[in-house]
């Protein structure tokens, strides 16, 4: 998936939320907390699924673990709330890709050439 690919994405998913909820950042906490069935702060990969599922229909697997990935600062392999809030909440999303994701995936495309 190209960054031009997952900005676009990162865009409709912010835009249909931002026009669901009046005041966005509300409406992303009880979004998100309705989603963390085990109630850890954090949205697992199944909880993330559904999640996006909900907004984005028709979204693949791939482009999901790629959010995934862009969301993931701490490289759990699941979404922290004070993460995706911060993300979600900035004017750069939709718009640019998150110096942690570039770093990430330049370290991983380092690791795989060595």
């Known amino acids: 998936m190209t960054d031009e690919q997952l900005l676009k994405l990162e865009a409709i998913l912010t835009n249909k939320i931002r026009d669901k909820y009046s005041n966005v950042f509300t409406g992303l906490k009880k979004a998100f907390a309705a989603f ?33 990935r862009m969301y993931d600062y701490s490289e759990a392999g699941s979404v922290k709330n004070s993460d995706f809030l911060d993300r979600m909440l900035s004017d750069d999303a939709g718009v640019t890709i998150p110096h942690q994701y570039k770093t990430l995936m330049e370290s991983r495309k380092n690791e795989s050439e060595n």
């Open 36 to 68: 963390d069935l085990d109630k850890s702060g954090t949205l697992d990969l199944p909880e993330f699924t559904r999640f996006i599922q909900c907004y984005v229909i028709g979204v693949k697997e791939n482009e999901i673990d790629a959010l995934v």
